[in-house]
DNA sequence: CTGTATCCTGTAAGATACTG
DNA sequence: CAGTATCTTACAGGATACAG
Protein backbone atom coordinates (compact mmCIF):
# COMPACT_ATOMS: atom_id res chain seq x y z
CA UNK A 1 0.00 0.00 0.00
CA UNK A 2 0.98 3.23 -0.78
CA UNK A 3 0.42 5.70 1.89
CA UNK A 4 -2.58 6.06 4.79
CA UNK A 5 -4.37 9.14 3.28
CA UNK A 6 -6.48 10.73 6.01
CA UNK A 7 -10.36 9.93 4.68
CA UNK A 8 -11.02 13.51 5.54
CA UNK A 9 -10.32 14.69 2.47
CA UNK A 10 -12.65 17.67 1.10
CA UNK A 11 -15.11 16.82 -1.80
CA UNK A 12 -13.03 17.90 -5.38
CA UNK A 13 -13.82 20.56 -6.88
CA UNK A 14 -17.74 20.18 -8.09
CA UNK A 15 -17.43 17.65 -10.59
CA UNK A 16 -14.46 17.43 -12.43
CA UNK A 17 -13.84 21.14 -12.57
CA UNK A 18 -10.32 21.27 -12.23
CA UNK A 19 -10.61 24.60 -11.25
CA UNK A 20 -7.72 25.30 -13.62
CA UNK A 21 -10.33 26.18 -16.42
CA UNK A 22 -12.31 28.25 -14.57
CA UNK A 23 -9.55 30.56 -13.69
CA UNK A 24 -8.99 30.47 -17.21
CA UNK A 25 -12.11 32.20 -17.63
CA UNK A 26 -11.39 35.08 -15.34
CA UNK A 27 -7.59 34.33 -14.88
CA UNK A 28 -5.87 36.13 -18.17
CA UNK A 29 -3.88 38.52 -17.23
CA UNK A 30 -6.25 41.69 -18.09
CA UNK A 31 -9.42 40.24 -18.27
CA UNK A 32 -10.26 40.79 -14.42
CA UNK A 33 -9.92 44.58 -15.04
CA UNK A 34 -11.61 44.97 -18.32
CA UNK A 35 -14.96 42.87 -16.31
CA UNK A 36 -14.62 45.36 -13.94
CA UNK A 37 -15.00 47.99 -16.42
CA UNK A 38 -17.10 46.61 -18.92
CA UNK A 39 -19.21 45.62 -15.83
CA UNK A 40 -20.20 49.78 -15.17
CA UNK A 41 -21.42 50.04 -18.98
CA UNK A 42 -20.97 49.87 -22.40
CA UNK A 43 -17.66 50.53 -23.55
CA UNK A 44 -15.41 51.67 -26.54
CA UNK A 45 -12.09 49.78 -27.70
CA UNK A 46 -10.07 53.42 -26.44
CA UNK A 47 -11.83 54.03 -23.76
CA UNK A 48 -10.30 50.70 -22.25
CA UNK A 49 -7.35 51.46 -23.01
CA UNK A 50 -7.65 54.60 -21.35
CA UNK A 51 -9.15 52.45 -18.36
CA UNK A 52 -6.13 50.40 -17.88
CA UNK A 53 -3.74 52.64 -19.19
CA UNK A 54 -0.53 49.55 -19.39
CA UNK A 55 -2.19 47.48 -21.38
CA UNK A 56 -1.27 46.86 -24.89
CA UNK A 57 -3.61 46.92 -27.78
CA UNK A 58 -3.05 43.02 -28.98
CA UNK A 59 -3.45 42.50 -25.45
CA UNK A 60 -6.38 44.35 -25.25
CA UNK A 61 -7.80 42.82 -28.78
CA UNK A 62 -7.16 38.82 -27.79
CA UNK A 63 -8.96 39.10 -24.39
CA UNK A 64 -11.86 41.20 -26.15
CA UNK A 65 -12.34 38.30 -28.33
CA UNK A 66 -11.79 35.33 -26.05
CA UNK A 67 -14.17 37.15 -24.06
CA UNK A 68 -16.79 37.32 -26.74
CA UNK A 69 -16.29 34.10 -28.07
CA UNK A 70 -17.29 32.64 -24.26
CA UNK A 71 -20.67 35.46 -24.61
CA UNK A 72 -19.43 37.29 -21.76
CA UNK A 73 -18.85 40.32 -24.07
CA UNK A 74 -20.83 41.85 -27.32
CA UNK A 75 -19.32 43.40 -29.68
CA UNK A 76 -21.08 46.15 -31.83
CA UNK A 77 -19.87 47.97 -34.29
CA UNK A 78 -21.19 51.81 -34.27
CA UNK A 79 -21.46 53.12 -37.76
CA UNK A 80 -20.41 56.72 -36.97
CA UNK A 81 -18.27 58.91 -38.95
CA UNK A 82 -15.18 57.34 -37.46
CA UNK A 83 -16.27 54.05 -36.59
CA UNK A 84 -16.16 53.00 -33.30
CA UNK A 85 -16.94 49.63 -31.71
CA UNK A 86 -18.91 49.37 -28.46
CA UNK A 87 -18.20 46.62 -25.91
CA UNK A 88 -20.50 45.45 -23.00
CA UNK A 89 -21.04 42.51 -21.02
CA UNK A 90 -23.94 40.09 -21.67
CA UNK A 91 -26.49 39.36 -19.42
CA UNK A 92 -24.13 36.22 -18.20
CA UNK A 93 -21.04 38.26 -18.30
CA UNK A 94 -22.56 39.84 -15.24
CA UNK A 95 -22.82 36.82 -13.54
CA UNK A 96 -18.99 36.66 -13.23
CA UNK A 97 -19.07 39.58 -11.59
CA UNK A 98 -19.58 38.06 -7.78
CA UNK A 99 -16.25 36.10 -8.49
CA UNK A 100 -14.43 38.98 -9.53
CA UNK A 101 -15.85 41.51 -6.72
CA UNK A 102 -14.77 38.24 -4.43
CA UNK A 103 -11.48 38.42 -5.39
CA UNK A 104 -11.07 42.32 -5.08
CA UNK A 105 -11.95 41.74 -1.63
CA UNK A 106 -9.85 38.89 -0.73
CA UNK A 107 -7.06 41.40 -2.44
CA UNK A 108 -7.95 44.52 0.04
CA UNK A 109 -7.57 42.10 3.31
CA UNK A 110 -4.66 41.03 2.11
CA UNK A 111 -3.22 44.06 1.77
CA UNK A 112 -4.68 45.43 4.76
CA UNK A 113 -2.99 42.84 6.73
CA UNK A 114 0.72 43.16 4.71
CA UNK A 115 0.65 46.57 5.50
CA UNK A 116 -0.26 46.59 9.32
CA UNK A 117 0.51 43.39 10.19
CA UNK A 118 3.69 42.54 8.94
CA UNK A 119 5.52 41.48 12.21
CA UNK A 120 2.15 41.21 14.29
CA UNK A 121 0.99 37.61 13.13
CA UNK A 122 -2.36 36.37 14.23
CA UNK A 123 -2.75 35.89 17.91
CA UNK B 1 -8.07 67.32 -26.54
CA UNK B 2 -7.62 63.28 -26.70
CA UNK B 3 -11.03 61.30 -26.53
CA UNK B 4 -14.04 62.58 -24.77
CA UNK B 5 -14.35 59.83 -22.09
CA UNK B 6 -17.81 58.58 -20.71
CA UNK B 7 -18.21 59.76 -17.55
CA UNK B 8 -19.97 56.47 -16.79
CA UNK B 9 -17.05 55.30 -15.39
CA UNK B 10 -16.59 52.64 -12.86
CA UNK B 11 -14.36 53.50 -9.75
CA UNK B 12 -11.08 51.79 -10.19
CA UNK B 13 -10.63 48.59 -7.97
CA UNK B 14 -10.80 49.66 -4.72
CA UNK B 15 -7.73 51.58 -3.49
CA UNK B 16 -5.23 51.12 -6.25
CA UNK B 17 -5.76 47.37 -5.97
CA UNK B 18 -5.02 46.96 -9.97
CA UNK B 19 -6.42 43.61 -9.25
CA UNK B 20 -3.80 41.80 -11.06
CA UNK B 21 -1.95 42.01 -7.83
CA UNK B 22 -5.06 40.39 -6.10
CA UNK B 23 -5.02 37.37 -8.37
CA UNK B 24 -1.86 36.70 -7.83
CA UNK B 25 -2.64 35.10 -4.72
CA UNK B 26 -5.32 32.93 -5.86
CA UNK B 27 -4.23 32.90 -9.22
CA UNK B 28 -1.12 30.96 -9.43
CA UNK B 29 -1.27 27.74 -11.40
CA UNK B 30 -2.29 25.44 -8.64
CA UNK B 31 -3.27 27.65 -5.78
CA UNK B 32 -7.06 28.02 -5.87
CA UNK B 33 -6.90 23.93 -5.88
CA UNK B 34 -4.32 23.66 -2.62
CA UNK B 35 -6.26 25.94 -1.26
CA UNK B 36 -9.57 24.03 -1.84
CA UNK B 37 -8.13 21.03 -0.24
CA UNK B 38 -6.62 22.84 2.67
CA UNK B 39 -9.74 23.91 3.08
CA UNK B 40 -11.25 20.59 4.23
CA UNK B 41 -8.73 20.28 6.99
CA UNK B 42 -4.29 20.15 7.53
CA UNK B 43 -2.26 17.63 4.95
CA UNK B 44 0.71 16.43 4.87
CA UNK B 45 2.63 17.33 1.55
CA UNK B 46 2.18 14.30 0.11
CA UNK B 47 -1.18 13.94 0.74
CA UNK B 48 -1.67 17.08 -1.42
CA UNK B 49 0.37 15.47 -4.59
CA UNK B 50 -2.29 12.77 -4.65
CA UNK B 51 -4.94 15.33 -4.40
CA UNK B 52 -3.41 17.16 -6.97
CA UNK B 53 -2.00 14.22 -9.17
CA UNK B 54 -0.87 16.23 -12.03
CA UNK B 55 0.84 18.87 -9.19
CA UNK B 56 4.88 18.38 -9.25
CA UNK B 57 6.43 18.36 -6.58
CA UNK B 58 7.97 21.84 -7.47
CA UNK B 59 5.02 23.32 -8.14
CA UNK B 60 3.29 22.01 -5.06
CA UNK B 61 6.67 23.22 -2.87
CA UNK B 62 6.76 26.61 -4.48
CA UNK B 63 3.16 27.33 -3.88
CA UNK B 64 2.84 26.30 -0.22
CA UNK B 65 6.01 28.52 0.26
CA UNK B 66 4.48 31.71 -1.09
CA UNK B 67 1.31 30.99 0.87
CA UNK B 68 2.74 30.27 3.99
CA UNK B 69 4.90 33.86 3.39
CA UNK B 70 1.43 35.42 2.98
CA UNK B 71 0.18 33.96 6.08
CA UNK B 72 -2.07 32.09 4.22
CA UNK B 73 -0.93 28.10 5.44
CA UNK B 74 1.33 27.36 7.98
CA UNK B 75 3.61 24.68 7.68
CA UNK B 76 4.17 22.31 10.98
CA UNK B 77 7.03 19.56 10.62
CA UNK B 78 5.52 16.63 12.51
CA UNK B 79 8.63 14.73 14.07
CA UNK B 80 7.30 11.10 13.37
CA UNK B 81 9.25 8.65 12.51
CA UNK B 82 9.31 9.03 8.81
CA UNK B 83 9.73 13.12 9.71
CA UNK B 84 6.47 14.77 7.89
CA UNK B 85 5.01 18.12 7.44
CA UNK B 86 1.66 19.53 7.93
CA UNK B 87 -0.17 21.80 6.41
CA UNK B 88 -3.00 24.11 6.94
CA UNK B 89 -5.06 27.47 6.46
CA UNK B 90 -4.75 29.79 8.93
CA UNK B 91 -7.66 31.80 10.04
CA UNK B 92 -7.04 34.25 6.99
CA UNK B 93 -6.93 31.67 4.74
CA UNK B 94 -9.98 30.48 5.65
CA UNK B 95 -11.13 34.25 4.87
CA UNK B 96 -9.75 33.96 1.06
CA UNK B 97 -12.26 30.90 0.56
CA UNK B 98 -15.22 32.91 -0.22
CA UNK B 99 -13.56 34.04 -3.18
CA UNK B 100 -12.28 30.79 -4.07
CA UNK B 101 -16.01 29.17 -4.09
CA UNK B 102 -17.13 32.19 -6.19
CA UNK B 103 -14.54 31.29 -8.88
CA UNK B 104 -16.00 27.19 -8.42
CA UNK B 105 -19.76 28.26 -9.04
CA UNK B 106 -18.68 30.67 -12.29
CA UNK B 107 -16.81 28.31 -13.51
CA UNK B 108 -20.05 26.05 -13.09
CA UNK B 109 -21.97 28.16 -14.51
CA UNK B 110 -19.68 28.69 -17.84
CA UNK B 111 -19.78 24.57 -18.15
CA UNK B 112 -23.11 24.60 -18.27
CA UNK B 113 -24.05 27.23 -20.99
CA UNK B 114 -20.87 25.56 -22.83
CA UNK B 115 -22.30 21.98 -22.69
CA UNK B 116 -25.89 23.38 -23.18
CA UNK B 117 -26.12 26.28 -24.92
CA UNK B 118 -23.45 26.35 -27.82
CA UNK B 119 -25.24 27.06 -30.39
CA UNK B 120 -28.18 28.19 -28.73
CA UNK B 121 -27.12 32.34 -27.49
CA UNK B 122 -29.09 34.09 -25.24
CA UNK B 123 -32.60 35.07 -26.07
C1' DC C 1 8.97 11.49 3.30
C1' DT C 2 9.90 16.15 2.07
C1' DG C 3 11.82 18.67 -0.36
C1' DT C 4 15.85 21.23 -3.49
C1' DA C 5 18.67 21.94 -7.80
C1' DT C 6 19.05 21.93 -12.63
C1' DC C 7 17.72 21.97 -17.13
C1' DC C 8 14.36 22.82 -20.78
C1' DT C 9 10.11 24.28 -22.86
C1' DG C 10 5.87 26.74 -24.23
C1' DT C 11 3.42 30.37 -23.98
C1' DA C 12 1.86 34.87 -22.36
C1' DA C 13 2.66 39.30 -22.99
C1' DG C 14 5.47 43.78 -24.22
C1' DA C 15 7.14 46.73 -28.07
C1' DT C 16 6.69 48.34 -32.50
C1' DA C 17 4.93 49.24 -36.88
C1' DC C 18 1.45 48.99 -40.15
C1' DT C 19 -3.81 48.57 -42.23
C1' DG C 20 -8.96 49.38 -43.05
C1' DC D 1 -10.62 54.95 -34.37
C1' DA D 2 -9.96 49.99 -34.12
C1' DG D 3 -7.47 46.82 -34.75
C1' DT D 4 -3.62 43.20 -37.01
C1' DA D 5 1.18 41.38 -37.82
C1' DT D 6 5.64 40.34 -36.38
C1' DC D 7 9.40 39.98 -33.43
C1' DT D 8 11.33 39.26 -28.87
C1' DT D 9 11.56 38.35 -24.19
C1' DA D 10 10.53 36.67 -19.60
C1' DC D 11 8.93 33.68 -16.75
C1' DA D 12 5.90 29.87 -15.27
C1' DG D 13 5.89 25.39 -15.10
C1' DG D 14 7.20 20.27 -16.46
C1' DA D 15 10.76 16.53 -16.07
C1' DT D 16 14.39 14.61 -13.80
C1' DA D 17 17.73 13.60 -10.47
C1' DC D 18 19.39 14.13 -6.18
C1' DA D 19 19.67 15.51 -0.76
C1' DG D 20 18.39 15.68 4.37
Redesign the interface.
Given at each position: MA?K??K???A????G???????S???G??T??IL??L???P?RF??LR??IPRISAKMLTTRLKELEA??IVTRTVVPTSPPSVEYAL???GH??M???T??????????R?HADAEDA??P
Amino acid sequence: MALKIRKNRAAPPPEGCPLSECLSIIGGAWTPNILWYLAAGPRRFSELRLDIPRISAKMLTTRLKELEARGIVTRTVVPTSPPSVEYALTAFGHELMPAITAIVEVGEKLKRRHADAEDAPQP
